[in-house]
């Protein structure tokens, strides 16, 4: 069995579900699943969880995510896409600036009705089926944000964007919203993920190529280990076989029976994060980002608790401690254990979610 993450590159035509069915049948294996749904007829970035990487589901769907979509304006339709019924057509008598104001006045955070067309659930019942059936139900707004729009190109009355945003977030509705704000409506009309939680489109594979690499026995060449997928936490190994112990049986273990460390493919993986606009280091973390290093220095040395690491383990002990944050845990062989997280009244580190074992 598979352990860990593929980037799947999800093509048009297929849920998410139906490319989590086709890599269980690719690898003969049923523990799987995604990190967060994509429309049918989007396209891009879609991490699927193998084996015990399948513990990482929930934490992957919270993730940043960046989008590459097309806005068509002048068309409002009942999916908010062009995939829909046309329920109004206008013109767009706008100059591109008035276009250009409205779009980016979107950027920060702001209350966001999700649309029917979508698999949330009121009352046990997805809306898209109760939108199938003509039936259109009370959405609360949720609160999102749209860390960045990015104009590509305009070429009436279509707008191609770049949009950074929370998890959550819709750009379906983004486009629509877009559109009534300029007064001639508006919806996507194309939607490629070109990242989510650290993995890249130039990084994915498809369906197809992922089948001729289990033909060929190298699947293991784009399987990501789970600790890897993880790596921008700072790493703790076990000193020896009193702390081993407690790790195997899932028992919190006190600070002074491990010790920080770096395994060797921490860097590579911060660096890859670093190239990767918009990304953050990791959830939870904007204390802990330098915000005065120059551009061009990687995310690994913008970590405070990595610089100097002998001479700043207290300092780093201390930032750790009192902020909760998450840390991976190996033990003394090296075999990563699970996520952990200090309890400062208790003086010792409890186990969040376990990876090892079964």
């Known amino acids: 069995m598979y352990n860990g993450v593929i980037n799947v590159y999800k093509e048009k035509g297929y849920t998410s579900h139906d490319v989590v069915a086709r890599m269980r049948g690719i690898l003969k294996q049923k523990k799987a699943g995604h990190t967060g749904t994509l429309d ?20 992957l769907t919270d993730k940043d995510k960046t989008y590459r979509t097309v806005l068509l304006l002048g068309r409002k339709t009942d999916t908010q896409d062009t995939s829909g019924q046309i329920l109004e057509e206008r013109e767009v008598p706008l100059s591109e600036e008035e276009i250009r104001k409205a779009i ?3 950027e920060g955070p702001y209350n966001q009705i999700p649309p029917m067309y979508s698999a949330l659930k009121v009352n046990g019942r997805k809306l898209c089926d109760l939108a199938r059936q003509g039936q259109v139900v009370e959405r609360k707004a949720r ?8 104009i590509e190109w305009m070429k009436l009355p279509r707008v191609g964007m770049t949009v950074s945003c929370s998890k959550g977030t819709y750009i379906r509705t983004l486009c629509c919203d877009i559109g009534e704000k300029l007064g001639c ?4 009309e194309s939607l490629l993920r070109t990242a989510t939680g650290g993995f890249r489109l130039e990084e994915s594979r498809t369906l197809a190529q992922i089948e001729a690499l289990e033909r060929e026995n190298r699947i293991s060449e784009v399987v990501i280990p789970v600790d890897e997928v993880l790596g921008t936490y700072p790493a703790l190994q076990m000193k ?9 049986n899932g028992n919190p273990f006190y600070r002074d029976m491990a010790e920080y460390t770096i395994f060797p493919q921490d860097k590579t993986v911060l660096e890859n994060k670093a190239a ?3 990304e953050i280091v990791s959830e939870n973390q904007t204390a802990y980002e330098d915000k005065t290093a120059s551009k061009n220095q990687t995310a690994w040395e913008s970590l405070p608790f990595q610089k100097n690491q002998e001479s700043e383990k207290g300092r780093k002990s201390q930032m750790l401690e009192t902020k909760g944050m998450p840390v991976r845990v190996y033990d003394s062989s090296g075999q990563f254990i699970g996520i952990y997280r200090y309890r400062e009244e208790k003086h010792w580190f409890q186990p969040q979610k376990i ?4």
């Open 240 to 248: 020896g076989k009193e702390g081993d112990k407690l790790l195997h």
């Open 104 to 106: 980016l006045s979107f």
């Open 355 to 358: 990876f090892a074992g079964g």
């Open 185 to 188: 409506g508006g919806c996507m």
């Open 143 to 150: 609160p999102v944000r749209i860390h960045s729009i990015e």
């Open 276 to 278: 990767s606009e918009h």
């Open 40 to 59: 049918p007829d989007a396209e891009g970035v879609l991490p699927v969880c193998l084996g015990q990487g399948t513990k990482l589901c929930d934490m």
